[in-house]
């Protein structure tokens, strides 16, 4: 079975500019979270989607945003990139969101705001 | 609120023991994890354990809790250096949103 995938694994993009960032979950995950490491904050929560519905959502400003296709896969968008949006973006998937399901996650897309 | 804290760095010879410690706030936790994530990779589940447990055991894996001082941790028997990695910490709490809070992570390092 295929684990998460994410792409692109890395990104390199200049102030001011919108990125895109895709991440595939495992076959039957129907539940995708998307997170923000970084060296200083640790792994912040960003939000979660359900088919296809924002679940919850962490506190980050409205530049962040994401999706859920109905093939469960999930993109995430960033607006008006800042040099502080330089972080590891992780996804993970799984098979529904209730209390006690296993995260797997993906190895990340490395975003560089230059 | 919910807060994970962990002490950032750990450095240990190989063959012995680490012991990776976490503190939490949340008294409603009932899940508590511990994730791995080597150099390059995403997280990695290695173990949890219920609220109502004292301690669990996984091979040279041992996480105890305490769950009166909310302190949490994982011991790593024979410590080898493919044990090098960031060691992550997580919450689950009840009645909420089901999504962890994560500590900030413990890089452990082993050397020779």
């Known amino acids: 079975k295929a684990g998460v995938t994410q792409t692109p694994r890395y990104l390199i993009k200049t102030r001011g500019q919108q990125v895109t960032l895709s991440c595939s979950p495992i076959?039957?995950?129907?539940?995708v979270s998307w997170y923000q490491q970084t060296p200083g904050q640790g792994l912040q929560f960003l939000f979660e989607?359900?088919?296809?519905?924002?679940?919850n959502k962490g506190n980050f400003p409205g530049r962040f945003s994401g999706r859920q296709f109905s093939n469960s896969r999930s993109e995430m968008n960033v607006s008006t990139l800042e040099l502080g949006d330089s972080a590891l973006y992780l996804c993970?998937?799984?098979?529904?969101?209730?209390?006690?399901?296993?995260?797997?996650f993906g190895q990340g897309t490395r975003l560089t705001v230059v | 609120g919910e807060d994970v804290e962990q002490s950032l760095f750990l450095s240990v010879r190989e063959g012995d023991s680490s012991v990776i410690n976490c503190t939490y706030t949340?008294?409603?936790?009932?899940?508590l994890y511990w994730y791995k994530q080597e150099p390059g990779a995403g997280l990695q589940l290695l173990t949890y354990?219920?609220?109502?447990?004292d301690m669990k055991q996984d091979q040279r894996l041992t996480v105890l809790l305490n769950k009166k001082d909310k302190h949490l941790s994982l011991r790593i028997a024979d410590t080898q250096t493919g044990d090098s990695a960031i060691y992550f910490c997580?919450?689950?709490?009840?009645?909420?949103?089901?999504?962890?809070?994560f500590g900030r992570g413990t890089s452990l390092i082993v050397h020779p």
């Open positions: 997580a919450e689950l709490a009840s009645g909420g949103s089901y999504i962890p809070t």
């Open positions: 949340d008294s409603s936790s009932t899940y």
């Open positions: 993970a998937s799984r098979t529904d969101p209730s209390m006690n399901t296993e995260a797997f």
């Open positions: 076959s039957g995950h129907r539940s």
């Open positions: 354990i219920f609220s109502n447990m």
């Open positions: 989607y359900f088919s296809e519905t924002q679940r």
